[in-house]
């Protein structure tokens, strides 16, 4: 299915298949839903209207069955700690037990 990049300060970019009357949504986060049995003047509506965000919260969302297909990606765990690395001044001399 082709995304079309679209203006929202939410939704990075639409797509659509009237074949299988399935609208697919990739969110800024990265996160993407499709929603089944869209009518196609649903999904022109979508692409047409100013505001994307509220009308997919007006006419689309909780009005058709969807499921999420790309997980909104996980923050990165900050790194472990790294390892102190031996300093690079002069050996210290080993002492002998007396």
Same mark, same amino acid.
């Given at each position: 299915?082709?995304?079309?990049?679209?203006?929202?300060?939410?939704?990075?970019?639409?797509?659509?298949?009237?074949? !299988?009357?399935?609208?697919?949504?990739?969110?800024?986060?990265?996160? *993407?839903?499709?929603?089944?049995?869209?009518?196609?003047?649903?999904? =022109?509506?979508?692409?047409? /209207?100013?505001?994307?965000? /509220? +009308?997919?919260?007006?006419?689309?969302?909780?009005?058709?069955? +969807?499921?999420?297909?790309? *997980?909104?990606?996980?923050?990165? *765990?900050?790194?472990?700690?790294?390892?102190? =690395?031996?300093?690079?001044? =002069?050996?210290?001399?080993?002492? !002998?037990?007396?």
């Amino acid at each position: 299915m082709e995304m079309q990049p679209v203006q929202s300060s939410s939704i990075e970019a639409i797509g659509y298949d009237a074949s !299988t009357r399935i609208l697919r949504i990739r969110f800024t986060s990265q996160a *993407e839903y499709q929603y089944y049995e869209v009518p196609q003047q649903v999904w =022109k509506t979508l692409m047409y /209207t100013a505001s994307k965000g /509220t +009308y997919l919260q007006m006419c689309i969302r909780g009005k058709y069955a +969807y499921e999420c297909v790309v *997980e909104k990606p996980k923050k990165e *765990e900050p790194d472990a700690p790294k390892e102190e =690395k031996p300093s690079k001044g =002069k050996p210290k001399a080993k002492r !002998t037990p007396v």
